[in-house]
């Protein structure tokens, strides 16, 4: 079916909206995404890719990267990020900027409690491939150390907005090698990380979207 030179014309103004790309790219595909690996890992449908994965990363052991990566794990782990997080609540308290508070506080603690809730849902036991130098004992899916860091940078993105490339690009780098960590340890499937970010970064978004209404990107009260 043709479209019509009226449909084209907006369809290509809807593609040069930035407000598309971030649904699309922030909110729809993260979703997606997460629903297709919890439809999975909810069915126990087998992944037989994961324990390759890990054990192909497991090669590169060594007491060295064990370190830097127990190192990475622990920065990016709950209190690393508590301590982030509160740091970046107090600045803006002391800034008077309310409503960017709010946003972020509840951008970074939502998914705390949205992820003792997934796995308190899923049920899904760790990787038990080899002895883990941080061994964990609570359910793996998703990654909360994903989900953590993923709030916490693009958090930082949105309120950085619209000088938000280098924390992106920061923010980036440290939420994959936070996240390659838990793979580096053992104490997670691939899927984990891929579910921790997918909602984590969706949550992050929708609140994005929300608060933008009322004036998020403002720098004032």
């Known amino acids: 079916m043709r479209t019509t030179p009226d449909l084209r014309h907006r369809l290509r103004f809807i593609f040069f909206q930035p407000v598309f790309w971030f649904v699309l790219l922030g909110l729809v595909l993260p979703l997606f995404g997460f629903g297709k690996i919890a439809e999975e890992v909810w069915t126990r449908e087998a992944m037989g890719w994961e324990p390759s994965v890990l054990l192909a990363?497991?090669?590169?052991?060594?007491?060295?990267l064990d370190r830097l990566m127990v190192g990475l794990s622990d920065i990016g782990g709950f209190l690393g990020m508590f301590l982030l997080a509160t740091g970046t609540l107090a600045y803006l308290a002391f800034r008077r900027q309310w409503l960017r508070a709010i946003f972020f506080g509840l951008a970074t603690a939502g998914v705390e409690g949205g992820n003792l809730l997934l796995k308190a849902l899923f049920h899904r036991h760790r990787p038990d491939l080899w002895p883990s130098p941080t061994p964990e004992h609570d359910y793996s899916f998703p990654s909360g150390h994903a989900m953590g860091v993923v709030a916490v940078m693009a958090g930082l993105v949105v309120l950085a907005w619209p000088t938000r490339w280098p924390i992106a690009v920061l923010g980036t780098l440290f939420a994959v090698a936070v996240s390659f960590s838990r793979l580096y340890l053992g104490v997670h499937f691939p899927s984990d990380v891929l579910a921790g970010w997918g909602?984590?970064?969706?949550?992050?978004?929708?609140?994005?979207?929300?608060?933008?209404?009322y004036g998020l990107a403002s720098r004032g009260t």
């Open 57 to 64: 990363i497991h090669r590169f052991a060594s007491p060295a």
């Open 199 to 213: 909602v984590a970064l969706a949550w992050v978004t929708a609140l994005g979207l929300f608060f933008h209404r």
